[in-house]
Structure formats: C-alpha cells, structure tokens
C-alpha cells in the first residue's frame, strides 16, 4: 500500500525567506505525485504534479518541486516567501492506472509566514 | 463556472441523526469522490465512483453510504451519525481515467455531532 509523510506539522518562515516543505512517499514503482494547498475555509488547489521525465518540476505560483527516487522524496520549494502563501500544504500520491485516480495524502503542513 | 459545488457547509447533527451531504459537478467529470480531513491526518478516502451506477469503498468507508445516478450528483449519506464523524469533508472530481488526474475539490461541509 502507498503511503505519504509529511515530517514537519507546522513551518515558520519570514516573509522573502525561502521556504522547503519535505514529502517523503512509500510506493513499489514511481508514483504519480502531487502538492496541494488549501487555504483557511477552501478546498484544495493543485500546486504541481509529477509523472514522469524532468524531476524539477514547476507549479503555480512560484512553487516548484523536486522528485528524488534515491530518497523516495518530492519537496516543495520556494525561493521567496510572500504573506499569501501561509496555508496549509498536502503531499499526495497516486498509483498509475488506478481506479478512480484515488490519491493518498500526507497529514498536511501547517505554514505561517512571519511579516 | 461552478465546479464542484457542495452542500450544507456547516451541519451540527445529534448522535444517531441521519444526513445527506450533497455534492455536484458541473464539468463532465467521470471520477468523482468522497474524502473526510482530520487534524493531523491529511485527507482519507472515503467513497469513489467511476461513472454513473458504480461506486466503491474507500480506506475509511463504515457508516457511509453513496450512489452515484447521473455523471453530476455524489450524494454521501450518514444513516446514523456518530461523533468520530465530526470532520470536513470534502467531495473531488476528475476527468481523467488511467492516468491520474488534477482532482478538482469543492469547498467542504463541516460536520459537527454532538
């Protein structure tokens, strides 16, 4: 079975900081990965996704993501912080050809941004 | 454009109280489901359908119930709530088969039972 971690519950950053948020997966093949935000009382947007070829991927709004299969890890990055961004962050992950392209998701990461 | 459209967002059910959260797509989605989020836990889950007459269980599927009669509607139904069902849920579409697509989530329904 898939399984996603989400090491870091809650992130702190200043505003103009860069921001790293770690997603570490558990899958026998390569999935098909993806980040998620939701802001405070919406639903979930998709950020960027991985299927294959370049392991640099880049997302919405200056998001950017990095697969690693040595690590069995798909980050999120950004090189500069804005006060917009504080949301919470989901890694998920999904197994090609799957019914329903049903997703497992991390426990999520809490990020505040520091003005 | 709609979207994914879900109704009530707030409910406040007493233990043992039925419900019918109701969720609509209006993008000709095949794949639509059911997810529950709990603090700490992601999203779980809960119910999928494939197209309209099929439906299947997710990881976290007892004491719920779906049906899934037009490509637009997946109703998802507590017979007989339980508070370890106060959570956000949120029901997701998708166009694509076979390769996994963006799923495209409504904006949830809070339940609360007491």
């Known amino acids: 079975a898939q399984s996603v971690t989400q090491p870091d519950i809650h992130i702190t950053v200043s505003e103009g900081a860069s921001l790293e948020l770690r997603c570490n997966y558990s899958?026998?093949?390569?999935?098909?990965l993806f980040w998620y935000v939701q802001s405070p009382g919406q639903g979930l947007q998709l950020l960027l996704k991985y299927f294959s070829g370049d392991t640099l991927v880049q997302g919405i709004k200056g998001f950017e993501a990095e697969f690693k299969r040595s690590q069995s890890s798909f980050n999120l990055r950004k090189p500069s912080v804005h006060w917009s961004d504080a949301a919470e962050y989901f890694c998920a992950v999904g197994a090609p050809n799957n019914a329903g392209n049903m997703l497992t998701f991390g426990g999520g990461t809490r990020l505040m941004v520091k003005p | 454009n709609a979207g994914v459209t879900q109704t009530p967002k707030f409910q406040v059910l007493k233990t043992g109280q039925s419900m019918t959260l109701q969720c609509a797509q209006d993008?000709?989605?095949?794949?639509m489901s059911w997810y529950r989020q709990d603090p700490g836990m992601g999203l779980r889950l809960i119910h999928y359908?494939?197209?309209?007459?099929?439906?299947d269980q997710g990881e976290v599927p007892n004491g719920y119930n779906v049906s899934r009669s037009t490509t637009e509607d997946f109703p998802l139904r507590l017979l007989s709530a339980a508070p370890s069902q106060t959570s956000v849920y949120f029901c997701?579409?998708?166009?694509?088969?076979?390769?996994?697509?963006?799923?495209?989530f409504g904006e949830g329904s809070r339940l609360t039972v007491l």
């Open positions: 899958y026998g093949a390569t999935p098909y």
């Open positions: 359908s494939v197209g309209a007459g099929i439906t």
């Open positions: 993008m000709n989605h095949e794949y």
């Open positions: 997701a579409s998708t166009v694509s088969g076979g390769v996994a697509g963006e799923l495209f």
